[in-house]
Each structure stands twice: as C-alpha cells, then as structure tokens.
C-alpha cells in the first residue's frame, strides 16, 4: 500500500518520461461493437447503449442462453469483418470457425465466450502511422495486427454497492465484437494515441462501429513490458486518459522494481492488472490464471467464404483517411492539414451537427461548382473559409444541422455567394451577414421557408452590395469623421511624418467597420493619404 | 386412431405411472386436446422425453438444477407433432440431461422396464421413460433423444422399435443439448406404421437449428435410395464379441436366418475402428457436455442455492453441487479433456479418430456419403445389422451396485450403438422377436438413407 501510495505521489509530481535505459513495449488489443442492426447470434435488436435505460429490454431466449437454444449467425457481421480486415491490410481466412472460451461470470450466461480462438476471422495486418498525418516522432511507424476475431458481448454487471447486490443487464448479452490485437510493437504512448485515434477513426469511417471509448463500444487493453521483462497486461481503462494514466503508472512501476534489483523474482510471470484511478492493481497472477478450455463450438458452421468475396468487398471500399487527406492537402484543395482533417476525422457521432461524409461532399461539390463558375482566376482558399470557417461557425452558433443547411443552401447556391465574394459584389463583412441572415431566417421559419433563395436580390434588399463609385465629399465627411473621434494627435503626427505607417491601416480599418466593408479599402486609403496630406 | 382407443390407453396411466415411474410430469388437457385434434396424427398420444422444451409442462431434465422451469417456447418438434394432430400425455423421465444407460440417473428416481412385471428392472437409457411409455402401452409412440444410443439401448430393453434418424434429420431447436454434435432426436414405437408416419412429419429442414440438414442435401439424400427386394446386409466382425452373452449371440443368429430365408445376402464386414468408438465418445461427448451444462447458474432461471452464490472463491459452487453423481463426474471428465495440458492429445485425436470411423462406414457401404463426398463402394453393403446391446436388463439394484464398483461399467453398455452415432447413421433398433425379452438388433445405413431403412424393417417386423 505504501509502495503504491509512493508511485501516485511522484507522477503527480513529476512530467512523465520514458527513460532511454528503460525500453517500453506495448501491445494494444481492441474490443470493437459492430453496429450492425441484429445481434451476433440471435435476431434480437443491437441496440445496447441506446437501451441503456432499459435493462434486459433487446434480448431473445438465446441472449439468455435457455435451454433449447442455438446460436444463428448473423452473416451481415461478415461484410463489416471483412471491411475492417481488408483497411487494416490483413490476411482474410477463408474457413474460420467459431470455438468457446469456458469461464463463469454472472453476466455471461452462457458460462462460456463464443469467438474465435483456433482459426480467427483475419490475421497479419498492419496499420502505418505517418509523421504527417498522425503526430508521431518517427517519419513513419508500423504496428502489425496479430489477428482480428468475431466474438460475442457479454451482459453488464450493476453493482449496487448499499445493498451488496450486482443487477445483470443482457441488452449487451450477444452483440458482435471484433477483438483486434496487435504486435507488441508500441515503443512510446505517442505512437499508442495516434495508433487509438487513426483506428477510431477508420472504424468510423467504414461504418463499422461508433468507435466510442465512453460508451464501451470500443474498449481497450494495454499489454505492457520494460526492458522484455515479463508483461503486464492492463484491463478496465474506459477512456483515454485512464489508458494513458495507467501505461504511466505501469511503465514507473516496472522501472522502480527494475532499479530496486527485484526484476527477476518479480517480473517473471505474466499478470493482468486493472486501473482503480490512481494505480495499478493486480487482478490475476500465474497461481490464478483462468484455463479457458477452448473448445470448437460443436453446432456452429464454420464461415466459408467463396474466393470472390474479398475482392468484391474491396470494390465496396471507400477511399481511406489517410487517402483522402493525401487528396485533400494537394491540388486543386491545397487544404492545410487541419483543415483536411475536419473533413475527414470523424469524431463522437451523437453531439455532432454533421457526419464526416457529409461535410466532406458538401465541401467537395461546392468547391466543384465554385471552380468551374470561377475558372482559372478561382482561389482554393475562398471554400475552405467559407465552409470550414464561416458555415460551421455559424451553424454552430444556431445549433442547424448541415443536413437542413443543404436544404437552403445547397451546393450550387453556396458557390453562388462565393462567386459573388470572388468578384468582389459584396464584401467580405457583408457575406458574413448575409450567410448568417439566411441560416437565421430559415431557423425562424422553423425550417419550412422553402422558397428558393435569391442572393442577388437578397444583397439588394440589404444594400450588402459593394459600392463601386462614393460621392468624394461624402468619403471625406466619414474619413474626417474617423480622425475626429480618434483624438490621437500622435498617431496623425506619425502617419504623417511616415514613421507610423502602419496606423493608417488602422484608420482604413476603421472606415471598412463603419461601412461594413461595401467601400473599398483603396478608397479610404487615397481619401484619408488626401486629408493628411500624406507625402509618403 | 379412435378417440375410445386414445382413451382406453390414457386410463392405463395412473397405474403404469406409479408402478414404472414413468413421467416427469403429465398433461391436464389430453381430453380436451384429443376431441379438437386433426391432422395426419390426429388422435395419436406421445410422450415426450423430459429434455425437450415444452410450454406448457414443466422441462427438467431429470435434474434438480431444472426443478420446476418452464420454458416459454415449444421445441419444434413438439410443435410439428401438435400441429400434426398428434396430443402428448407427459414428460417423461431420463438418466439426468441425458447422461446415462440405465434411467437410474434421475432426480426423479428410476424409471422400471414394464416387460418384467416381477421385480424391478432398468429400462435402459437414457431415453427411460419414453420407452417405458411405449412398453406400458401409455402413448402410441414417444419423442427421445440418441447421443449415443439412449433412444436404441431402452427401445432394445423394453423389446420396442427405436429409430435414431441420420444426424440433423429431425430439428433440436428446443431440445436441451447434452453433446450437439451427437444428440439426436429418436422416435420410438411398437408400431413401424406410426413410427413412420411420425417421422414424415418430423422429417423437415429447421432455420432455427443450426445443424439442420439443408434441403438441397435433403433432396441430394432422397437420390441415393435402396431400391432393392434382396439387400446385401452386413454384420460387423468387431461388434460380435465373446463377451456378449450367448443368449443375445443366438438372437442375432435367428435374425440372420430369418433374413437370409426371406432371401437377403448376409455377408461380414470389418470396421475396425468401431473399437475407438468407447474412448472418442467418451472424449468428445463431456467436453461438450461440460461446456453445455455451463449455463447452469441459477442467475435466470432454475434452482439456485437459497445462501450463496461463491464457495471458497470459486462462482456458482453452492448451486452447482445439485447436479447428480453422474453429471457431475462427466463434468470433471469434460474438463479434463478440454484443458489446455491435454486439450490436443484428446480431443483433437478423438475428432481425428471420429473421421476415420466415418470413412471406414463410407468403405463399408454402397451408397455414397452425401455429407462427406465419400463415393460409394461398388461391392459395398446396402445396411448393416448388428445387436443393441451387450448385455440384458438386470435389477436396478444390481445396476447401481456394479456402477458402484466401477463408475465405467456402465459406459460399456452403449458399445454397440456409439459407432453409429459418431457417424450419424439412420438407425433403426428392432425387437429380436417374441421370446427374446429384452433384445434388439440394429439396422444401420449410409447417412441420409433414413427412408431406405425404415423400408427394410418391414421385412423383420
């Protein structure tokens, strides 16, 4: 207890660092749920965290493992399978089958695990992290993947704590999960995050679960060694930070005892470990260890698949992250990398505005249109900041959903207000308003205004229009306006005698704000140079 | 079948019941469901072993563990029977989940052979108390289950008919699984015409079980039929031991001739592998069984302990204590095999060794083996005849006495009909005749030739 007190104490206390003379390995092993819509085995509903508040309700008699009944397979579990084998570069097997994994727990009802132990799903992969993309200190790093299994969820245990009762929930019981391990390939928690962050988001991408941490539907077990001693494997890290808090914890621990000269009593024998907050504590050692007594399931058929379903699978493949952002950072997009990565990275699905894919497309039709209206004078930056930039903020703003914007503004009519920017009819402070005003607007409306939109005589009814030609004497009147409520003599001596030619940026600046930007900067420029009597 | 004939069996209950302990538990609602019946069965009564799920009547197995659960859906079978017009009088008692030879095994207590009306002798099991129906002339025919001869070795001991069809014939949707990959469902009778026109109505492809025979292999089957009036029948070398009281002996040899008169070739055959029938069962069978008795916890439904769910660390020890003797040494049989020491020297030889014995029936036959693409051999058998058992009913008391001296005893009265369970043949057992109490031969063909089989029996019946 001491001990363990010690350890939390120093990491509070110090920043986190890997010692070169202490080498780390890790491993990662992935627990997805398939959101396909029936379970693995039953036709129950796969609905677990959306029931959550409803125990027990997506069950069938299977689910509760009754007497008298059988597993079913629920073969649209394949294409998802096969989807993530083929993104995460692995061998598929073509003859898999389905074995038990023996171990009593309350919320397995079956008293065994159906997955895949002898002969798994897929196998040899490997997933490439980039410098670029992925904020590792390595230009580029492999991790392999051992292997990737189809296997069933178990139920979830309550624990009532005040009346020393565990209530069992079997919504879980049967739903399809892709367990994923890989090779101990880890070296530095760098490489683990980004690794985390690229598969959540390619399991997203593909469709193949909401790659949630904090709602289970993808868990993660940490195995860890330093300096090849015997490894720790670390279970029970729902979220990121108790993953990356217990490797740190972990790692300490196995240098301390390393150091103390305790390694070869100590870190022979292999352990799980799990994670209470704020230390490591042990759940299972060699004298505990679980015989799981494999067995292959004797009712269930192997899954065979014919030698063209692979391939027909890769044809069903969109192009992957790290291809689209490759796409979308070059020519004609130029997109920076952040930027890309608001197209592409798909983060938790439920308090999100917009998919991923949706954004995407929007972005990439109208910058379609834009540059076919504005041909060769068309500037790669104008959908970027207009989309990224100005829609989302404003849609997040008036909390509107990018699937009402398109119904307002579709494609075309948003690369009509860029072209109207691009050849300077408005300006930029008046497009803001104008975008704002029709989001706003049709908010009002209750989303039902479904006339279609006039922009041109939209900027006309709000005088948004540039103008072109300002009576001199009325430029004056505001410029000399401007200076007046400046007060600031030594501002004015300075632009005047040149040594504070800056400041007259700031003077034009003011005059863009007073006209909402329909006078162009040049002409307060000349008109304010004209009052001073600026020489320079 | 008459309504007055229905009745006058049903009257024969109570009394065969508490003289045979027959039933687990009984229908209130025969009367009512025999007037409303139609169907080709219309009119027929059945018992249904106590390891197939019913809604109505309690399904326990024979265990304490099951005490009392009622299951919310009917196993398909029963409700094709229902359907079918047939009315089932009870449940009926069994070797506990099925595990044994004697139907001494029950929670319920034994169930006692209705052909020795003086003392108390076994019925054979596990299938008990759906043959004893049969013999007590309770029902018309009754519903068992055949993992390695629990529905041939009591229909042999009660000298009734007992077919256990090819594997994945008849659905287990609803049948509680002792070991899937051998657990048959049987039918027996005394009558050959209802045992047939039961199985055509249970002779169907199930989407809810995954081991049904599909039906283009079903159609593939129906090809590969015996249209012969003299067959070529086999009798294995392997399965006519010395050992084998001379009695039995003499009922195979007057089966033989009564065979070889009515014009049929008999003609030995060699399948030596049918002697690693005893240790691949008895490797496979409780592994799997251990796995399926896993599910066992008391958490969702049957008995569970009153105080406590953890004994000495261990989960669910206090409820699982309740499973019998037998049960429970199957269990630590089980487990021995599927643990990871022994795990390849067992059980992955015994599934080596069960495929050999397959081929070795795929050598023997004439028929090809649509399951596993073995062509036929020209000069092959069209069936095989061998006896049910090795030995005769004896008292319960001695049964118990000799399993008490050596738990294996037992085990070896199934040597005979194992063979063809880890091959998943059609088999048929049949009374020997009428003063052979207590003894059966089998008849056995190639997988899928379930029709051919019955067909044939005609001759011997």
């Given amino acids: 207890m001491i001990g363990r007190r010690a350890y939390g104490t120093r990491l509070a206390g110090q920043k986190f660092k890997l010692l070169p003379e202490y080498k780390l390995r890790c491993g990662l092993e992935i627990h997805t749920q398939l959101c396909t819509a029936n379970k693995l085995f039953s036709a129950s509903t796969n609905s677990p965290f959306a029931a959550a508040d409803k125990p027990n309700?997506?069950?069938?008699?299977?689910?509760?493992?009754?007497?008298?009944?059988?597993?079913?397979?629920?073969?649209?579990?394949?294409?998802?399978?096969?989807?993530?084998?083929?993104?995460?570069?692995?061998?598929?097997?073509?003859?898999?089958?389905?074995?038990?994994?023996?171990?009593?727990?309350?919320?397995?009802?079956?008293?065994?695990?159906?997955?895949?132990?002898?002969?798994?799903?897929?196998?040899?992969?490997?997933?490439?992290?980039?410098?670029?993309?992925?904020?590792?200190?390595?230009?580029?790093?492999?991790?392999?993947?051992?292997?990737?299994?189809?296997?069933?969820?178990?139920?979830?245990?309550?624990?009532?704590?005040?009346?020393?009762?565990?209530?069992?929930?079997?919504?879980?019981?049967?739903?399809?999960?892709?367990?994923?391990?890989?090779?101990?390939?880890?070296?530095?928690?760098?490489?683990?995050?980004?690794?985390?962050?690229?598969?959540?988001?390619?399991?997203?991408?593909?469709?193949?679960?909401?790659?949630?941490?904090?709602?289970?539907?993808?868990?993660?077990?940490?195995?860890?060694?330093?300096?090849?001693?015997?490894?720790?494997?670390?279970?029970?890290?729902?979220?990121?930070?108790?993953?990356?808090?217990?490797?740190?914890?972990?790692?300490?621990?196995?240098?301390?005892?390393?150091?103390?000269?305790?390694?070869?009593?100590?870190?022979?024998?292999?352990?799980?470990?799990?994670?209470?907050?704020?230390?490591?504590?042990?759940?299972?050692?060699?004298?505990?260890?679980?015989?799981?007594?494999?067995?292959?399931?004797?009712?269930?058929?192997?899954?065979?698949?014919?030698?063209?379903?692979?391939?027909?699978?890769?044809?069903?493949?969109?192009?992957?992250?790290?291809?689209?952002?490759?796409?979308?950072?070059?020519?004609?997009?130029?997109?920076?990398?952040?930027?890309?990565?608001?197209?592409?990275?798909?983060?938790?699905?439920?308090?999100?505005?917009?998919?991923?894919?949706?954004?995407?497309?929007?972005?990439?039709?109208?910058?379609?249109?834009?540059?076919?209206?504005?041909?060769?004078?068309?500037?790669?930056?104008?959908?970027?900041?207009?989309?990224?930039?100005?829609?989302?903020?404003?849609?997040?703003?008036?909390?509107?959903?990018?699937?009402?914007?398109?119904?307002?503004?579709?494609?075309?009519?948003?690369?009509?207000?860029?072209?109207?920017?691009?050849?300077?009819?408005?300006?930029?402070?008046?497009?803001?308003?104008?975008?704002?005003?029709?989001?706003?607007?049709?908010?009002?409306?209750?989303?039902?205004?479904?006339?279609?939109?006039?922009?041109?005589?939209?900027?006309?009814?709000?005088?948004?229009?540039?103008?072109?030609?300002?009576?001199?004497?009325?430029?004056?009147?505001?410029?000399?306006?401007?200076?007046?409520?400046?007060?600031?003599?030594?501002?004015?001596?300075?632009?005047?005698?040149?040594?504070?030619?800056?400041?007259?940026?700031?003077?034009?600046?003011?005059?863009?704000?007073?006209?909402?930007?329909?006078?162009?900067?040049?002409?307060?420029?000349?008109?304010?140079?004209?009052?001073?009597?600026?020489?320079? | 079948m008459s309504i007055k004939a229905a009745l006058k069996r049903l009257s024969r209950l109570p009394s065969a019941q508490e003289r045979f302990n027959i039933f687990t538990s009984i229908s209130l609602n025969v009367n009512n469901e025999l007037e409303t019946s139609s169907g080709p069965l219309k009119g027929l009564l059945f018992g249904i072993k106590d390891n197939i799920v019913t809604k109505d009547m309690p399904t326990t197995c024979g265990s304490k563990i099951l005490l009392d659960y009622k299951s919310p859906f009917d196993a398909t079978v029963v409700d094709l029977l229902k359907k079918a017009g047939a009315v089932a009088v009870g449940k009926t008692n069994l070797d506990e989940f099925g595990m044994g030879s004697g139907g001494v095994h029950s929670h319920f207590g034994p169930t006692f052979n209705p052909l020795y009306k003086d003392g108390n002798f076994i019925a054979g099991g596990s299938s008990s108390g759906s043959a004893a129906a049969v013999a007590a002339d309770v029902v018309d025919f009754s519903l068992g289950t055949d993992t390695g001869g629990s529905v041939r070795l009591p229909a042999a001991y009660t000298s009734i008919l007992g077919f256990k069809p090819s594997y994945g014939r008849i659905s287990r949707h609803g049948v509680v699984a002792y070991a899937q990959s051998l657990d048959t469902v049987g039918i027996m009778s005394k009558d050959l015409n209802v045992l047939q026109r039961v199985f055509r109505v249970l002779d169907k492809y199930d989407p809810k079980d995954p081991t049904s025979l599909n039906n283009s292999l079903r159609s593939e089957a129906s090809k590969h039929l015996v249209h012969r009036n003299t067959l070529k029948i086999g009798v294995p070398m392997e399965m006519n031991q010395d050992v084998v009281p001379f009695e039995i002996r003499q009922a195979l040899l007057k089966v033989i001739e009564s065979l070889m008169a009515a014009g049929h070739e008999i003609l030995p055959v060699s399948l030596p592998s049918v002697k690693n029938a005893l240790p691949i069962y008895y490797t496979l069978a409780p592994a799997e069984a251990v796995s399926n008795l896993a599910r066992y916890d008391g958490i969702r439904y049957g008995y569970r302990d009153e105080k406590q769910d953890i004994e000495d660390g261990t989960l669910f020890v206090p409820t699982r204590r309740n499973f019998g003797s037998e049960v429970q040494n199957r269990i630590v049989l089980g487990n021995y095999n599927l643990c990871s020491g022994s795990f390849k020297n067992n059980y992955i030889k015994a599934q080596k060794l069960r495929v050999e014995l397959i081929n070795q029936f795929d050598d023997v036959f004439r028929l090809p083996n649509i399951l596993t693409g073995n062509e036929g051999n020209p000069n092959g058998v069209d069936m095989l005849l061998s006896l049910a058992s090795m030995s005769l009913p004896i008292s319960v008391q001695d049964y118990k006495s000799k399993d008490m001296r050596n738990p294996l005893h037992s085990y070896i009265n199934d040597i005979f009909t194992m063979p063809m369970s880890l091959a998943g043949l059609p088999t048929l057992t049949i009374p020997a005749g009428n003063n052979m109490k207590g003894i059966g031969v089998q008849l056995s063909g190639q997988y899928g030739s379930d029709q051919s089989i019955l067909n044939a029996a005609r001759t011997l019946v």
């Fill in chain 1, 57 to 536: 309700y997506h069950t069938s008699y299977f689910d509760v493992s009754l007497p008298g009944t059988q597993p079913l397979f629920n073969h649209e579990v394949l294409l998802l399978a096969t989807k993530l084998s083929i993104a995460l570069n692995c061998d598929v097997n073509l003859n898999s089958q389905f074995d038990r994994k023996h171990y009593f727990y309350g919320d397995q009802p079956l008293g065994y695990q159906i997955t895949q132990h002898y002969s798994p799903f897929a196998s040899n992969g490997f997933l490439r992290l980039r410098s670029i993309f992925d904020d590792i200190d390595q230009d580029s790093k492999i991790i392999e993947i051992q292997q990737l299994q189809i296997e069933q969820d178990t139920g979830k245990s309550v624990y009532k704590e005040q009346d020393s009762k565990s209530l069992i929930d079997f919504n879980r019981s049967n739903v399809p999960l892709i367990e994923m391990v890989t090779r101990p390939d880890f070296t530095d928690l760098k490489q683990i995050r980004s690794f985390l962050k690229k598969y959540q988001n390619l399991v997203r991408h593909l469709g193949v679960s909401t790659g949630d941490l904090e709602t289970g539907a993808m868990r993660v077990d940490v195995n860890i060694s330093v300096n090849d001693y015997a490894r720790v494997e670390l279970k029970n890290l729902p979220n990121t930070s108790s993953i990356f808090n217990a490797i740190k914890f972990e790692y300490q621990r196995h240098v301390d005892i390393i150091r103390n000269g305790d390694a070869e009593e100590t870190l022979t024998h292999s352990q799980t470990r799990g994670w209470n907050g704020s230390s490591t504590v042990k759940l299972r050692s060699k004298e505990t260890t679980i015989d799981y007594r494999y067995m292959p399931d004797p009712e269930l058929p192997r899954i065979t698949l014919a030698e063209d379903f692979v391939p027909g699978v890769s044809q069903l493949m969109p192009e992957l992250p790290d291809q689209v952002l490759e796409r979308l950072m070059s020519a004609p997009y130029s997109l920076s990398l952040k930027d890309a990565k608001i197209l592409t990275i798909n983060s938790n699905s439920h308090d999100q505005l917009y998919t991923q894919h949706q954004l995407q497309q929007f972005y990439l039709d109208t910058f379609k249109m834009y540059q076919q209206q504005a041909g060769e004078s068309f500037n790669h930056k104008l959908p970027t900041n207009w989309i990224i930039h100005e829609l989302l903020g404003n849609m997040n703003k008036l909390e509107i959903y990018l699937e009402k914007v398109v119904e307002i503004l579709p494609p075309e009519e948003f690369s009509n207000l860029l072209m109207f920017i691009h050849e300077g009819k408005v300006s930029k402070a008046s497009a803001k308003l104008l975008l704002f005003h029709i989001l706003n607007s049709f908010k009002e409306s209750n989303f039902k205004s479904t006339s279609s939109l006039d922009l041109s005589s939209l900027i006309k009814e709000f005088e948004l229009d540039a103008i072109e030609v300002v009576p001199q004497e009325d430029l004056r009147q505001i410029c000399q306006g401007i200076i007046d409520d400046l007060g600031d003599d030594n501002m004015i001596k300075g632009i005047i005698s040149g040594k504070k030619k800056n400041s007259l940026k700031y003077l034009v600046g003011q005059g863009m704000r007073l006209s909402q930007g329909r006078i162009k900067p040049h002409l307060f420029e000349s008109t304010f140079k004209d009052i001073l009597g600026v020489k320079w």
